[in-house]
């Protein structure tokens, strides 16, 4: 059994949200850290990632209108105030997201 070939920037991708998938587009990632998606609507999505022990976690991270995808240091601060207490994160504690996704709501690959 061969593994998948890991994301890269380009390859397109679906959100679940709320039971609907959203078609989008790897705009820039960091390994075993985050990934950034721009989905066909235009807004942009983070899934904050966690390797830890083993144990896989992962968090969807819907941004604010006002982040700038081209600026990784922003998007990395992001991701680590979401990965810093990944159970008891609120939104009002991730500058820069406007909302946090639900456990049921995930990125897969096309």
């Known amino acids: 059994m061969t593994r998948p070939e890991p994301l890269k920037v380009g390859d397109p991708v679906r959100i679940l ?19 950034l998606v721009q989905t ?25 209108s006002s982040t700038n995808a081209e600026d990784p240091h922003a998007i990395s601060e992001i991701a680590r105030a979401v990965a810093w ?5 609120d939104v009002v504690d991730v500058p820069g997201a406007e909302r946090l996704g639900r456990p ?5 690959r096309l």
């Open 17 to 35: 949200v709320d039971e609907t998938e959203i078609s989008g587009q790897v705009l820039a990632l960091a390994d075993w850290q985050w990934i």
């Open 85 to 89: 207490h990944p159970r008891r994160v």
């Open 40 to 64: 066909d609507d235009g807004r942009l999505w983070l899934d904050v990632v966690m390797n830890v022990s083993a144990a896989y976690w992962s968090q969807l991270v819907l941004l604010d």
């Open 104 to 108: 049921s709501e995930r990125l897969t």
